[in-house]
């Protein structure tokens, strides 16, 4: 079974803050993944990579950066915070074409 | 610009009947179609998935229909049972890519 979990869980954060949402995978999958998930919207891809070192932008960057380690962990990171970045974000990771996505618990983020 | 398109938002069915849900796509280079499931307040899973080289792909009371002409494809779920309640998302993946776009998702309620 793919293991992949995220920290923190929930964060609250301040307008103009920095976040960083942290994700790690087991399994040694080399394809990692960033969504948010918001009503009405389904998923939509923020960042991914194809490993270590390597990050690509999905079809909503702006706004995000992220980072690729090792291949193990990814992060997520916003700068600057804006009330429109709350969502639920998931980190999901994956072994190449056509495999499935394997995806953690997701972090529920709040910014006042 | 959607890539996916899922309907209906919601539905509704008794206990024991057939479900059906709806996806639609724009690009015919994609070559991969999962279907996610998740459970309120878990992460999404892979339910079952199709390639094109099939027009139905069957699992259990779980059977995609594949229309390539058309761009479409449904999702239905026979004798549904109330434990099947959950948001279905439909994917897909573009040729030699990997990521896949997501649709905005069905919320499927069984009623017993």
């Known amino acids: 079974e793919a293991a992949v979990t995220q920290s923190p869980r929930n964060k609250v954060a301040v307008t103009g803050g920095k976040v960083t949402l942290s994700c790690n995978q087991t399994n040694n999958h080399n394809n990692m993944y960033w969504y948010r998930q918001d009503t009405g919207h ?71 | 610009q959607q890539q996916v398109r899922q309907s209906p938002q919601s539905l509704t069915v008794w206990e024991g009947e057939t479900a059906i849900l709806n996806c639609s796509y724009e690009d015919s280079t994609f070559d991969y179609f999962p279907w996610y499931w998740q459970f309120p307040r878990e992460s999404p899973a892979l339910l079952i998935a199709i390639r094109p080289v099939s ?58």
């Open chain 1, 42 to 112: 389904g998923l939509r891809l923020i960042h991914y990579s194809y490993g270590a070192g390597s990050t690509e932008k999905g079809d909503i960057p702006d706004g995000y950066k992220a980072s690729r380690p090792s291949q193990e962990n990814f992060s997520l990171i916003l700068e600057l915070a804006t009330p429109s970045q709350t969502s639920v974000y998931f980190c999901a990771s994956g072994t190449g074409k056509g495999d499935t996505q394997y995806f953690g618990p997701g972090t529920r983020l709040l910014v006042l």
């Open chain 2, 55 to 112: 027009n139905k792909k069957e699992d259990g009371r779980f059977t995609i229909f594949f229309n390539k002409r058309e761009k479409k494809l449904s999702l239905h779920i026979t004798d549904s049972q109330p434990g099947d309640s959950a948001t279905y998302f439909c994917a897909a993946r573009m040729s030699n890519y990997n990521v896949l776009y997501f649709g905005s998702g069905t919320k499927l309620t069984v009623e017993p």
